[in-house]
């Protein structure tokens, strides 16, 4: 393996190889770390608006939440549970569709029950907290007061020939979760016991919240099961926004393959180069195989000068990029005006960058198989017939 080494360093570092050989090879290189950095770079960005949407989601949505049947008592439930994951925070809610009302205007949404809801609004029974979409639609601000009545109130007035008084009930406060979010747009939380003694509670949950977001796949699986959780309706947090959830991991992974084609094309041109160098070298390889050189240590000459430009560009891009990624998240250089988040949020992934590092290398390697096999087919008495 030493000969194949010096004669792959001697080939790529020489000053006397040919200008355009060379220029394919600076090209090649460039292509590829250009390609890591940015595979690197991107795909942070993707990671980063997911995680800062998870979290501002996960502000109301729980990790995992369980659809309680009837005669489900939700204690006896939470027992069940701790004993399979110490719980960090357990919440009875509910969830029905409702029709506001604020003077002439009204509009369907729906209303969130949570027993917990002093962490959004004042410990108050008639206090609600309003998104911020369907207080614009409704134009109301804090401190108004507005009706909340449900399709079935509103049958039975209509059969009883009366209008709907629906319950009075005082905005507190005005959450944003993100823009264009059905929370922002459409929801009302209010105090669950409240909703309860006015007849405004639909569906019944469980909300559980744990230490990891990212270990409610395995705990779900463990809950299904049991005997009893197994037969309610189980959702993870990505579960109650599965189409956003699976349209950001979709983008992610497109833009990883459309930036991933660069190192191909990178490749391409270290497969050109090592062509015309076998090509140029032609008469030196004859030398070398009538010398004694055997034709693995001719292959295995070319295949080290494309694994040498792959390891270098792939090393030094997957660098690049990590810099750029750590002094955006520490410095802000990319900033976002007028966006719910001053700076572009990135959340760097080493995974990422292992693949990222060993496609680069793989592809390199790759392209430099053709040029080495060609180089052992060297006809050599025809190649030191005229030397």
């Known amino acids: 393996m030493r000969i194949p080494l010096l004669l792959s360093r001697t080939y790529l570092f020489s000053i006397k190889q040919r200008s355009f050989i060379s220029f394919i090879n600076v090209l090649a290189f460039l292509g590829l770390l250009i390609g890591i950095a940015s595979l690197i770079c991107v795909t942070s960005i993707f990671n980063g608006f997911r995680l800062l949407v ?7 949505d729980p990790h995992i939440r369980i659809t309680l049947n009837e005669g489900i008592d939700s204690k006896s439930l939470k027992e069940r549970v701790n004993k399979y994951v110490d719980i960090f925070e357990f919440n009875e809610s509910s969830s029905s569709k409702i029709i506001i009302g604020y003077r002439e205007v009204t509009q369907a949404g729906m209303i969130l029950g949570i027993d917990s809801l002093h962490k959004y609004v004042k410990k108050s029974d008639d206090k609600v907290a309003i998104g911020i979409g369907l207080a614009d639609k409704l134009g109301v601000k804090k401190g108004d007061t507005i009706s909340l009545s449900t399709p079935e109130m509103i ?22 979760i993100s823009s264009g979010v059905q929370y922002d747009n459409s929801f009302i939380m209010a105090d669950l016991n409240f909703l309860q003694d006015n007849g405004l509670v639909g569906k019944r949950f469980a909300d559980i919240r744990i230490e990891n977001p990212d270990n409610v796949y395995e705990l779900t ?55 015309m160098m076998v090509k140029s070298k032609s008469k ?9 050189a055997s034709q693995q240590d001719i292959k295995w000459t070319f295949m080290l000068q494309g694994l040498t430009i792959g390891s270098m560009g792939s090393i030094l891009g997957a660098g690049l990029g990590v810099l750029l990624c750590y002094g955006q998240e520490y410095y802000g250089w990319i900033s976002l005006p007028n966006s719910i988040v001053s700076t572009m949020p990135v959340s760097l992934s080493y995974d990422i960058v292992l693949i990222s ?14 040029p080495s096999i060609l180089a052992t087919r060297t006809n050599i008495s025809e190649q030191l017939r005229h030397e």
């Open 54 to 60: 998870r979290d501002m989601l996960l502000t109301i």
């Open 155 to 176: 049958d039975l007035a209509i059969s009883g020939m009366a209008l709907p008084s629906g319950i009075q009930v005082v905005i507190d406060s005005i959450f944003q």
């Open 221 to 275: 699986k463990t809950l299904k099961s049991d005997r009893i959780i197994g037969d309610l309706q189980i959702d993870t947090w990505k579960d109650l926004h599965h189409e956003l959830y699976s349209t950001m991991e979709f983008e992610r992974n497109m833009s990883f393959i459309i930036l991933g084609i660069i190192s191909f094309v990178s490749a391409f041109n270290i497969l050109i180069a090592m062509w």
């Open 284 to 292: 030196d390889i004859a030398m070398l195989l009538s010398m004694g």
């Open 357 to 370: 590092v060993i496609l680069g290398i793989s592809v390199s390697s790759i392209a430099g198989i053709y």
